[in-house]
């Protein structure tokens, strides 16, 4: 077992209040730390930890030591006034872990929710307060929607309510009606708690466990939105041509009026609130034994972040909730046991990383870094997954029209194109026998913590079709469930709020729920899923323009980072430090040609045989961001600096001139080689006239060496297509495989010669040693002339920077997406004639992943 040992790094802090550890040791990977051990840790603080590896896996877990340098020095947010002493920061963004107190006589006069920059003068070490003093008053200058409000209008996306929506809007009341819990089951008392992201304000369901002799007794309890929500209410309206929340950083487009969205409809901890219930028997096996569906009245008891949840699992006492820590250990064996089950029936575990953007209260990014899934995400998602389950068998047991959420079968050419990805990456599964979904994962298996995992989870997603709304119930293929459908989330989609007005209709006798004709439904459906597609898009532009933004202040610095997709226009770079791509264009690879490699997703050069594959680690440096556009561009660090940065055009070309005379001068005296040797051939042949047939039969019999060692030297043409790859003993694509005939060079060296007005000399023994001295003084200048050529061999052939950095980097493999189906770069090509379309993309994606296939947990995905 590996012991404890202390590692330097930087910290990520989540928003949940867990961090994670970043080594300054490459080669070790990231360290998840625990909530407990980060108080008083802002993100991007350098720190010194206690790593160890964590029981029964391969991930590693660590313990504070001690800060080595803070890594914010000043932040920016709205002053909020508290008192008639202190006013605050509010950390909106979660990245500092509590608010930033500062005394009015430091406030430099800030008035109440005016926007404010702000220098640290006190971090929260060994109890201290976390204190500071304003340094600037920034006002209404910035405003933090800008983004966003211009990603809303350009996806159409329904900003505003309408008037007779907030009309009604006012006429509800901060807690339900005690009329209105008659005839619902009364739940109060059961230990009901929800578990939901550090920034949540919306929370759609809470979820309680408990044993019995036949298994676990499963209550998820879902917000009554439609009670509240009338068919053909001016809410409903609205509602349902939003047809979905839409999520930003720090700001949200609420499907629902807020007073139904965080107030009245939310489950709110200790208050009362109504709720569809469906009430699960499962047995120890994870094998659904019964359901009933009805309305109920409940009271959560705690309101849990995904944080604290994972603190419990992880055996860690939390003091205020240890009135339902047995109820979330509960809920975690449950949570294992239908895990095992479903991954075992085939359903796809794609890991696909997601995100995290940390943005202060003005809406400038403080850290971009990728979201890490604790068990406790797969805890909650295991109950959604359950209760969609149940009442997707529900629906189909009655056979009314309904709406399901489905996933159709990648289709044939798709799966054999991924079949090739992976016997290209060294697996060894065939996907053309068995359960399809089976064999991919036992396909995947076989890369399970190797560095190509994660991209060929990526090439796995992006051969399959995106799940839909549909009364066609086909099942749902990722998730290999044969009746799945959403249930869980009426706050925030207008499918799950279709669906409980259909159990209701079957449930509540004399229900005022009416069913949906078949064409309302498939109508529903197609503009439904087209209104989640809007807000999926508009979620990852906000992204790509919040990631330009942050680099920003970047430019001109240099970045270690990995290829995380390979396009025919260039390469992908992702950074280590922060969870942000950026474009190396083809022009920028450096001076060799090069070309797409589309069946290895790799570039390769089509002189040297030097590729870029995903995978391999590279040094790069920020060129450009452009925020309006969302994109960013990298270049290599350092490449060809000499030859590009310390030299002048003039001086470029001239040294171009004389590289050719070089090269021209070497094909000469191949060509006159090749004509002795062929007058020696020539007398041989005269000799062995007079020979007669049986000594020429036998003769020929005893030289195969000797007719080899004829073909070898019959010429420079032959000499080049049989010697190109023993020239240098390594790779045919280190020759030189010029396929210019020697008259053909004879006549370019003539034409250059008379363009530049150069006369070489004629070769001699002093000229094999190089170019002309005394002409490459004139040009170069002598200093430059020793500085490049001291030292060097006189007849071997000089390796060009790309070649010398083939032969010195160690390159590895990488476990990022490839490019070869992302959306994102689809429309992207190259414009070598104006550099500023050249990285100009069609559908403004920037590059930003799409979530993974399997029903996430944060807000705006579908679990």
């Given amino acids: ?82 008192n008639e002493r202190t006013g605050a ?74 008037k007779a929506t907030l009309e009604e809007a006012e006429h509800f009341s901060e807690l339900p009606d005690e009329k209105d819990f008659q005839g619902r089951r009364d739940l109060r008392d059961k230990a009901l708690i929800t578990i939901d992201g550090a920034t949540a304000k919306d929370f759609d369901d809470a979820v309680y466990v408990e044993m019995t002799n036949e298994g676990f007794l499963l209550y998820v309890a879902i917000a009554d939105v439609s009670h509240y929500v009338k068919i053909g209410t001016a809410i409903d309206k609205d509602a349902y041509e939003r047809g979905t929340s839409v999520y930003f950083p720090n700001y949200v487009v609420p499907m629902l009026p807020e ?42 008891k705690a309101r849990v972040t995904y944080g604290e949840a994972q603190e ?40 696909i990383p997601e995100t995290e953007l940390v943005i202060d209260g003005a809406g400038v990014p ?20 359950a209760a969609n389950v149940a009442v997707g068998k529900f629906l189909a047991s009655r056979n009314i029209p309904a709406l399901y959420r489905i996933h159709e079968p990648p289709n044939e050419m798709a799966i054999r194109t991924l079949e090739k990805y992976l016997e ?40 399959m079709s995106q799940a839909k709304y549909s009364m066609n119930n086909v099942g749902h293929f990722g998730l290999g469930f044969e009746f799945y459908t959403h249930f869980t989330s009426p706050i925030r989609r207008y499918p799950d709020l279709i669906v409980h007005r259909l159990i209701k209709n079957q449930v509540m006798p004399n229900s005022r729920y009416r069913l949906m004709s078949e064409d309302d439904l498939s109508t529903a459906g197609t503009i439904l899923s087209a209104a989640e597609q809007r807000s999926v898009k508009a979620e990852r532009q906000v992204q790509s323009i919040k990631k330009a933004r ?12 990995m290829i995380s997709s390979v396009a025919k226009f260039g390469v992908f770079v992702l950074l280590r430090e922060y969870d942000i791509d950026g474009l190396v264009r083809l022009d920028d690879l450096g001076g060799d040609r090069f070309e797409f490699d589309e069946e290895n997703l790799r570039l390769v050069a089509k002189r040297s045989g030097f590729s870029y594959n995903i995978g391999d680690n590279i040094r790069i440096q920020v060129v450009a961001a452009d925020p309006e556009q969302g994109q960013i561009n990298f270049a290599l660090a350092g490449l060809d600096k000499d030859e590009h940065d310390e030299q002048t055009s003039a001086e470029r070309s001239a040294a171009a001139v004389l590289k050719k005379l070089h090269a021209q001068k070497r094909s000469k005296d191949h060509i006159a080689r090749g004509k002795e040797r062929h007058e020696e051939r020539h007398a041989d042949r005269s000799e062995r006239k007079g020979r007669s047939e049986h000594e020429k039969d036998r003769k020929h019999g005893k030289s195969k060496d000797t007719g080899k060692k004829n073909l070898r030297e019959e010429g420079p043409d032959r000499f080049k297509q049989k010697n190109k790859v023993q020239e240098h003993g390594k790779s045919r694509f280190f020759g030189d495989v010029r396929k210019d005939a020697p008259e053909g060079s004879s006549e370019k060296l003539r034409k250059v010669e008379k363009q530049y007005n150069l006369k070489p000399r004629q070769l001699d023994e002093e000229d094999k040693k190089g170019p002309d001295k005394t002409l490459l003084e004139m040009i170069l200048g002598p200093e430059k002339y020793r500085e490049q050529h001291q030292g060097e061999a006189a007849d071997k052939p000089k390796l060009s920077k790309k070649l010398m950095f083939a032969e010195q980097s160690k390159l590895r493999d990488n476990n990022d997406y490839s490019e070869k189906n992302s959306d994102s770069l689809k429309h992207r090509t190259p414009d070598r004639k104006d ?14 992943r799409k979530a993974r296939l399997s029903s996430g947990r944060g807000k705006g995905k579908a679990r």
């Fill in 424 to 463: 290209n990456f060294g697996g060894k599964t065939k996907l053309g026998t068995g359960k399809l979904q089976k064999r991919l994962t036992k396909a995947l298996e076989e890369f399970e913590n190797r560095p190509e995992s994660q991209i060929l989870n990526i090439l796995t997603l992006r051969s």
């Fill in 835 to 848: 550099s500023k379309k050249r990285s100009k993309t069609q559908n403004d994606r920037g590059g930003v």
């Fill in 312 to 351: 419990i699992i992880d055996g860690n006492d939390i003091e205020k909730h240890r009135h339902v820590k047995e109820h979330i250990l509960r809920l975690y064996d449950l949570a294992k046991i239908l895990m095992a089950k479903r991954f075992k029936e085939g359903s796809l575990d794609l890991e």
């Fill in 89 to 162: 920061l509010r950390d909106e963004g979660k990245g500092w872990g509590q608010d930033l107190k500062i005394k009015l006589e430091d406030s430099m006069g800030a008035k109440d929710k005016e926007l404010v920059a702000a220098e640290i003068t006190s971090y929260p070490d060994d109890g201290k307060p976390f204190t500071g003093k304003v340094i600037e008053i920034i006002g209404n200058a910035l405003d933090p929607l800008t983004d966003i409000k211009r990603v809303i209008r350009a996806n159409n996306i329904p900003l505003e309510f309408s």
């Fill in 366 to 385: 403080v850290d971009i870094q990728r979201s890490e899934r604790l068990f406790s995400h797969r805890l909650i998602e295991e109950m959604m997954l």
């Fill in 259 to 300: 007073v139904l969205s965080n107030g009245l409809c939310s489950l709110n901890p200790h208050v009362p609130r109504l709720c569809l219930v469906a009430e699960m028997l499962i047995d120890f096996t994870g094998e659904l034994v019964k359901s009933d569906f009805y309305e109920g009245v409940m009271e959560s």
């Fill in 550 to 561: 942050f680099m920003e202040k970047f430019v001109g610095q240099e970045f270690d980072g």
């Fill in 1 to 82: 077992m590996q012991k404890k040992k202390i590692l330097n790094g930087t910290i990520k802090r989540h928003p949940d209040g867990f961090g994670f550890f970043i080594p300054d040791d490459k080669e070790h990977p990231d360290v998840y730390i625990p909530r407990h051990s980060m108080e008083g840790i802002m993100t991007n603080d350098k720190v010194a930890i206690e790593v160890f590896p964590e029981k029964g896996g391969e991930r590693f877990r660590g313990e504070l030591v001690r800060v080595l340098s803070r890594g914010t020095k000043t932040v920016v947010g709205r002053f909020y006034k508290m």
